[in-house]
């Protein structure tokens, strides 16, 4: 290369950006969650949701703040390097994607085994891996094509998941048989379940990670992430209520959703939410398959990984190494067999992301001679959260932790230590 590289072009408006966090936070979790939740506070299960929402609220305010002061890819990189320098930077944005590859291997398999429900010929071994590479190499493909076509393919996906669950919870108005009351729980019971409220809003920062190709990043992230917050905590709570209404008694914790649905809605009802399962760990995998690839972008960018890194493709203006490397790392971790403990030790490694950031905003501010203090005490509430989360993550997973930082440092000091690129606009 000749030093310089195009810059992708920004095409994303609001609702598109709106997208990534939607599908960021709305996983697989949702369809589990409910049993859980009402197993351990019964009726009381959509409100602790309320509480979960106000409970990520300042990690949710602190990524808003931060995302007015960049208009770059990047994200969590950008922050760290902003404010404590290249190295702490560089490990963000490492840790970051080392998690994003485990995950989305990990949840490809859920989304498998998810599918063998309707297609029994995916619960052998050998097609289930075949279908997980086929499924990882069908997304970054379409991710090659621009992201004009990633984002329609992504609103699609939203549309085919969100669907079923609104007919579930509609199917509950008429079809529900049980009061749902207002009855607070032991609070022992509500401290054994906190850590399922923070990790279900998890997955909100990808949307901080592609700004480099968004139209107005410091308008319209923050607003994306403070909307789709207050939304995605009400869908947790109308379909934790609709499964109340319904009737607990409806499945166990892997098909509770499928369970209630049937009782309301008949097979349909069952084969509609097994099959928006399926597409909800698309969205989440495919909203991650188009921000992470844009993170290494940003990286290449920044100096902070090769060059390679950061080519386009003069057709589809897209980053194209990166996103081609994403998807064949994730194929590589869901064919090999060992990869579950590495995905254990993924939340751990995305909290470093959170940690980072919210240390990164008072600084900041602090340097530019404008430190407000309500900022930094909600930074300081979400810096105490997150490690409070990370301090309850097993021996095995910090172990993981500490050998990927490990390996991330020498390859920082291998590969990281060029000139920063100046991106000419496509």
């Given amino acids: 290369m000749d030093g310089k590289t195009i810059a992708p072009p920004r095409t994303v408006g609001f609702w598109g950006t709106a997208l990534f966090p939607v599908n960021g936070m709305i996983g697989a979790g949702i369809f589990a969650m409910p049993a859980i939740l009402v197993a351990a506070v019964g009726d009381f299960a959509p ?3 309320l509480a979960g929402g106000l409970l990520f609220a300042p990690l949710i305010l602190v990524f808003a703040w931060l995302a007015t002061r960049f208009d770059h890819s990047g994200g969590p ?23 994003a590859i485990v995950t989305v291997a990990a949840n ?31 997304l970054t493909a379409i991710n090659l094509f621009g992201m004009r076509k990633s984002v329609g393919a992504l609103g699609l996906m939203t549309i085919l998941k969100l669907a079923p669950l609104g007919l579930l919870v509609v199917s509950a108005l008429f079809a529900g048989t049980n009061d749902v009351a207002f009855a607070l729980p032991e609070f022992g019971e509500v401290e054994t ?3 399922l409220l923070y990790y279900a809003f998890m997955g ?17 992230v923050p607003l994306a992430l403070l909307t789709t917050l207050g939304a995605v905590t009400l869908l947790y709570m109308a379909i934790i209520w609709a ?30 939410i097994v099959f928006a399962a399926a597409f909800s760990i698309a969205g989440n995998n495919f909203q991650g398959g188009v921000s992470l690839p844009r993170m290494t972008y940003g990286m290449a960018e920044r100096g902070m990984l090769p060059r390679w890194f950061a080519r386009v493709s003069p057709r589809w203006q897209t980053p194209s190494n990166s996103i081609i490397f994403y998807g064949v790392a994730g194929i590589a971790f869901g064919l ?27 600084v900041l501010e602090q340097r530019d001679g404008a430190l407000n203090p309500l900022r930094a005490v909600v930074a300081g509430l979400a810096f105490v959260s997150t490690g409070w989360v990370a301090s309850h993550a097993d021996a095995q997973a910090w172990i993981t932790f500490f050998g990927l930082f490990a390996l991330g440092t020498l390859f920082y000091f291998i590969a990281a230590r060029q000139a920063p690129l100046e991106p000419e606009a496509a």
């Fill in 204 to 220: 909100f920062e990808t949307v901080v990670l592609p700004a480099g190709e968004m139209k107005r990043p410091k308008r319209d």
């Fill in 47 to 49: 409100w602790l949701m």
């Fill in 193 to 195: 379940v906190v850590l």
């Fill in 243 to 272: 499964f109340l209404a319904i009737g607990p008694g409806t499945g166990g914790e892997d098909n509770a959703l499928a369970g209630a649905a049937e009782v309301s809605m008949g097979q349909f009802g069952a084969f509609a």
């Fill in 77 to 99: 990189v950008l922050y760290g390097e902003a404010a404590f320098g290249r190295f702490i930077g560089y490990q963000a944005g490492w840790m970051r994607y080392m998690s």
């Fill in 336 to 362: 090999w067999e060992g990869f579950e403990a590495l995905a254990l030790a993924g939340t751990l490694t995305r909290l470093f992301t959170y940690l980072v950031s919210a240390a990164a905003l008072p």
């Fill in 108 to 138: 490809t398999h859920v989304m498998v085994a998810y599918l063998g429900a309707l297609f029994p010929v995916l619960n052998d071994p050998v097609m289930r891996v075949g279908a997980v590479a086929t499924i990882i190499a069908i």
